[in-house]
């Protein structure tokens, strides 16, 4: 039975890493890792415990993720330091320096569960996997901004050339600048191959036009809800979607077009430390 390959945000989701809060997490600090406040540690992890349920419930096999990582707060968000492909896994080199060291460690976790590394970003090279969108199996779209760079984008491209996909780079807005979060999936995700939310005002134009000229579908998110993370849609099979709660005129949105959407509550997991259920989740299995 086939263990890994994850070239779709869409396809049906059969196995998937996660990392439930531990005392890492529960940062004196905010301000240091441009948290808006302090978690509450038991909270996001009962918060955590919920998401997985929903995780579980919806057909996934959840693999953990427990390697012990003291004073690496955002290690809870699993999607970043990986690139999960039909051929294994991709470390890539996270451009926030507080985060370095996690790629490592995902990929002992990773290999654990029978998923083989078959390349590294390295040297100059910056990639995270929150600027990374596969669009279908042979094509990828690559945030480039403050956590990704031109030189990790081409190490993708070269990566993954075999494989005949084509990494398509496209440049992401200033925003709040570097220390702030801002990925492509801040403002982009998929549910459907046909079916996109978007957070306009912030989507790259480059990426727009391969969405039109794909033919695909957006669902705009309202400006009040951007801040809730309404951009941020884990897909967990074709238009069945998880989404923070808080987001009322995104969910209609999404369900008027043929969307089924379950909400988690994440205050302390999501809204504090702006992760969410995207961020929360390493796909490594999907189809």
Request: charged share 25%.
């Amino acid at each position: 039975m086939k263990e890994f390959g994850a070239q779709s945000m869409v396809a049906p989701l059969r196995r998937v890493l996660v990392r439930r809060p531990d005392s890492a997490f529960a940062v004196d600090d905010p301000s240091r890792w441009h948290y808006l406040d302090r978690p509450n540690l038991r909270v996001a992890q009962q918060e955590h415990d919920v998401l997985v349920q929903v995780l579980r419930d919806n057909g996934a096999e959840v693999l953990r993720h427990d390697l012990s990582m003291p004073d690496h707060a955002d290690a809870i968000y699993v999607h970043d330091p990986v690139l999960v492909c039909d051929r294994g896994a991709i470390l890539l080199a996270m451009g926030k320096k507080l985060r370095q060291g996690e790629e490592e460690a995902i990929g002992d976790a990773l290999a654990s569960f029978g998923v083989p590394i078959f390349a590294r970003i390295t040297g100059e090279g910056r990639a995270e996997g929150g600027d990374l969108v596969w669009l279908d199996e042979e094509t990828l779209l690559a945030g480039v901004g403050f956590r990704t760079n031109r030189e990790g984008v081409a190490q993708l491209q070269a990566a993954l050339a075999p494989d005949n996909v084509d990494v398509i780079g496209v440049d992401l807005p200033y925003f709040q600048g570097p220390d702030a979060c801002l990925h492509l999936m801040s403002v982009l995700s998929m549910v459907d191959e046909d079916l996109a939310v978007v957070y306009s005002p912030l989507t790259p134009v480059s990426a727009w036009k391969v969405l039109e000229q794909r033919g695909c579908s957006l669902v705009e998110v309202p400006e009040e809800e951007f801040e809730s993370m309404g951009p941020n849609v884990l897909a967990l099979s074709p238009r069945n979607c998880l989404m923070l709660e808080g987001n009322p005129i995104t969910q209609a949105r999404l369900e008027e077009n043929g969307c089924t959407v379950t909400n988690y509550s994440g205050n302390e997991l999501s809204l504090k430390a702006e992760g969410g259920p995207t961020c929360l989740t390493r796909p490594v299995l999907r189809g």
